[in-house]
């Protein structure tokens, strides 16, 4: 068990917290949210020992093994395959001993120690790294390469695995999803969601946090508060305390009735494709969760473009690639105006390269790239981030812009991305790389794009400018093309997704939630095709496979026959709570003394079904999980 018992917490000056108190259990996974600076990576600090609190005990079980992902980038010559085996300090320690004693022939001692290794799983220890590693997007044939041969992005995937190897009681993940693509975020996903430990994480990913997290503790107003679910859970209740506070009331509902009023016109412009869809819902719960965000330091939207062409920007058989070689063949896409393109496929599939082409042609080796005659490219990268002025301050950046600007203006404009006060004249280059983040932004959309390209727009910002971002994408009016691992972004303002792999650039025509399925449909298909390759002289028996999978559906039945009950279920509460909304809108409920009764019945009966929908959903996913398992 992890305890904290009346903690206060300092860094120089700032008290981050005072009187937290919280008990975690294995088990339970427990996501950490709030601002930036408010002392989630020293609550890290101070569960690894780096730090002591000003006051109060902290309490971890006697014994208990702690692992975490180093935050240095590793130089070591040794393998990825032996730096993640590392991450098992106590298997290093009996191979270590195994080796001493086998140089002195001592027998018995020898036996005790190959029961050891046999009691920790050791003679595994390899195959599991091995599969770690190719869980995050290693390739077979790298894993023996030494550490020092890998880019910065995969030296910090590795030390994430070698914290994923130790077999750990409690696991602290500090943004464990960056430098990661998206079927890495997936299968990290998944693993997590069966950590047996506790597990603490930091993650600016709400879907992320949804997929893990059993529980939430948001650091807010120097205090810590524990909330039961995910990260969609807690942003619901959230929502709902905010929305008593009087004092914010008038403002919720603006900001309601703003995104409302942009769900109603969106909605008669939808057409019936099931990605369109998805994106309306997704803006009707941005409606519900609005009030969860109204004390964010972000408000901002596009500029509406001068000009809005119908053809803005066309690729047609195009091979684009760097110097000899070619990373994408026959490249045929055209972008018009209100195009929402979200681009899927693995790191070094090639999204980037085909985005860069779209900006600028630099990675065009051969084809046609037209250009719209008044199509204004706003493109956001993470290069552009070393492109700013490190002794300029914001407001220098901006006036290069809005030189013509009243500075009044100019300082309620960069308010709006979080600089505020004297911040705005201070050179940039100490800046954090979520600031360097916000202030390109915050130029792109000055200088009013019709076509937004976005290459990991959310990598450095946390959830409140995500948010913030996702809404201003919502309502932008020009087109984009964006590259995101942030499911929630992509849910929000795509209405079209494609896919980049094999060299070639496809639609896709499933929704984003079929990703993780067309994944795993394209790693079958590769073994398959491999395993047809090495076993080619012995035959087929198709017999065989057929009554292999019908066993395997019949198998997996009872848990797909208990999701789609409690399926049925939740939509039959849900309509019934629609209705009984409906119901307490009427003013005449309250007027009338005659329908107290009634009143007061609906009310009763409404908190009974949100009680039983939400075990329902907690129903849900568990039986989704168990079945997941059995895929």
């Given at each position: 068990m992890l305890n904290l018992n009346q903690i206060s917490l300092r860094r120089g000056p700032k008290l981050l917290f005072e009187d937290a108190s919280f008990q975690v259990y294995p088990g339970q996974r427990l996501g950490l949210v709030g601002a930036n600076g408010s002392g989630k990576s020293s609550l890290f600090a101070l569960l690894l020992g780096e730090l002591e609190a000003d006051a109060g005990t902290l309490s971890i079980g006697k014994g208990l093994v702690v692992a975490h992902v180093r935050q240095e980038s590793p130089s070591d010559r040794c393998s990825a395959l032996d730096y993640v085996l590392d991450g098992d300090g106590e298997l290093r320690a009996i191979q270590a001993a195994i080796g001493e004693a086998e140089h002195r022939e001592a027998g018995a001692e020898l036996h005790d120690l190959y029961e050891r290794m046999e009691a920790i799983d050791g003679y595994s220890a390899e195959a599991r790294a091995a599969r770690l590693l190719d869980g995050l997007g290693f390739s077979p044939d790298s894993i023996q390469q030494p550490v020092d041969s890998f880019s910065g992005g995969w030296r910090m995937r590795l030390n994430l695995a070698q914290a994923l190897m130790c077999r750990s009681d409690l696991l602290l993940l500090d943004e464990p999803t960056n430098h990661l693509d998206l079927p890495a975020i997936l299968w990290l996903e998944q693993k997590l969601s069966s950590y047996p430990g506790i597990l603490l994480v930091v993650s600016h990913d709400r879907d992320f946090l949804d997929g893990v997290c059993t529980r939430i503790a948001h650091i807010e107003h120097l205090q810590i508060r524990l909330y039961t679910g995910n990260y969609s859970q807690f942003e619901a209740l959230r929502s709902e305390q905010l929305a008593q506070q009087q004092a914010l009331h008038q403002r919720q509902q603006k900001e309601i009735a703003h995104l409302q009023s942009f769900v109603d016109r969106f909605r008669y412009k939808a057409s019936k494709a099931r990605q369109a869809q998805s994106r309306l819902k997704m803006m009707e719960r941005m409606t519900r969760i609005a009030p969860a965000h109204v004390d964010s330091p972000f408000q901002f939207q596009f500029f509406e473009p001068d000009k809005q062409p119908r053809h803005l920007l066309k690729l047609s058989g195009a091979r684009l690639g760097y110097g000899k070689t070619v990373v994408l063949e026959e490249v045929n896409l055209s972008v018009t105006a209100g195009d929402r393109i979200g681009l899927l496929g693995v790191n070094g599939a090639g999204k980037s390269t085909l985005v860069k082409a779209l900006a600028s042609g630099s990675t065009l080796l051969d084809g046609e790239r037209v250009l719209g005659k008044d199509?204004?490219?706003?493109?956001?990268?993470?290069?552009?981030?070393?492109?700013?002025?490190?002794?300029?301050?914001?407001?220098?950046?901006l006036r290069e812009w809005a030189g013509e600007d009243r500075e009044a203006d100019q300082r309620s404009y960069l308010g709006r991305f979080g600089f505020g006060g004297e911040r705005i004249f201070e050179p940039v280059a100490p800046f954090s790389g979520g600031e360097k983040a916000r202030l390109v932004l915050a130029l792109m959309i000055r200088q009013k794009p019709n076509l937004l390209l976005l290459d990991e727009p959310t990598n450095h910002l946390d959830l409140e400018m995500r948010q913030a971002l996702s809404v201003a994408l919502m309502e932008y009016g020009g087109a984009l093309v964006v590259i995101s691992h942030d499911r929630h972004l992509l849910r929000s303002v795509c209405d079209e997704l494609m896919i980049v792999h094999d060299g070639?650039?496809?639609?896709?025509?499933?929704?984003?939630?079929?990703?993780?399925?067309?994944?795993?449909?394209?790693?079958?298909?590769?073994?398959?095709?491999?395993?047809?390759?090495?076993?080619?002289?012995?035959?087929?028996?198709?017999?065989?496979?057929?009554?292999?999978?019908?066993?395997r559906r019949q198998a997996l039945k009872p848990l797909i026959d208990r999701v789609r009950k409690i399926e049925a279920e939740m939509n039959e509460n849900r309509l019934e709570l629609e209705g009984l909304d409906e119901e307490l809108a009427d003013e005449t409920l309250y007027t009338d003394p005659e329908r107290q009764d009634t009143l007061s019945a609906t009310i009763k009966r409404r908190g009974l079904l949100k009680e039983q929908i939400g075990q329902l959903e907690w129903d849900w996913l568990e039986a989704s999980e168990a079945l997941e398992r059995e895929e």
């Open positions: 199509t204004r490219v706003g493109y956001f990268a993470q290069h552009q981030l070393d492109l700013l002025e490190p002794e300029q301050s914001p407001m220098d950046h070639i650039v496809d639609r896709f025509d499933r929704s984003l939630d079929d990703y993780p399925a067309w994944l795993r449909e394209q790693q079958a298909a590769s073994t398959e095709s491999t395993e047809t390759q090495t076993t080619s002289e012995r035959p087929v028996n198709k017999k065989q496979i057929r009554q292999d999978e019908a066993r």
